[in-house]
């Protein structure tokens, strides 16, 4: 039960965070957003991408495990009072991920495109913090470990974890700092990097 619960969860993620995400920013701009797996094999930029697609895939393959009875739970984790505190902290994090993209506006983006100047956002969620989108993603995550503990789960939730930080500090951060210069630098003093206060430049 707990494995179709994770995988509709899932869908239900990748559905609004990606796809409806997708369609507005085409009915807003004309374009996706999607910049697709960038820079050369293995670069960094290559090497984020490619790391955040397989915590993507371990992200379906470990519900589907649990249904097939492949992979059993990690005992300590292993409780329905984890499972629905899961469900709970899924649901914060998807609503944190769809308010961020969306305050994001026009400016949205998957990936990085070193001809392209888009604005930069400081109001709303990125305020509190310079990544809010990449934020909110994490505790998603972790939301579907706790409802699918096995080993696969923790797997991705490490891949994705280690995604976005080489993403974030040694990817867009120095394309940002490229871009907007002091306005960038200024912003990154004051505001932490996933955490209110933490991880500032």
């Given amino acids: ?6 995988l509709a969860l899932y869908a239900l993620y990748m559905a609004l965070a990606f796809g ?23 670069s960094l ?3 984020a991408g ?3 697609v397989v915590a993507v895939a371990i992200g379906v393959a470990a519900p589907v495990l649990d249904i097939a009875g492949v992979l059993e739970a990690v005992d300590p984790l292993d409780s329905a009072g984890l499972r629905w505190a899961g469900v709970a902290i899924f ?5 944190g991920t769809l308010h ?6 026009e400016s949205w983006r998957i990936g990085v495109d070193e001809a392209e100047r888009t604005e930069l956002v400081t109001e709303g969620p990125f305020a509190l913090v310079r990544n809010p ?7 998603t995550s972790l939301g579907l470990v706790l409802i699918v503990p ?4 923790l797997a991705g939730l490490a891949a994705l974890l280690l995604a976005l930080e080489i993403q974030v500090r040694l990817v867009e951060e120095p394309y940002l700092l490229r871009i907007h210069g002091e306005a960038y630098r200024g912003y990154a003093a004051r505001v932490g990097r996933f955490v209110p206060g933490l991880g500032r430049l």
């Fill in 150 to 153: 096995n080993a696969a789960a």
């Fill in 1 to 6: 039960m707990a494995g179709w619960l994770a």
């Fill in 100 to 105: 961020a993209q969306l305050a994001m506006g």
């Fill in 91 to 95: 649901a914060a994090g998807l609503a």
């Fill in 133 to 139: 989108i990449f934020a909110a993603m994490l505790p």
């Fill in 45 to 47: 930029e290559w090497t």
């Fill in 20 to 42: 409806l995400r997708t369609w507005v920013q085409i009915r807003r701009t004309g374009a996706s957003g999607f910049k697709g797996i960038g820079g050369r094999p293995g």
């Fill in 50 to 52: 490619i790391l955040f």
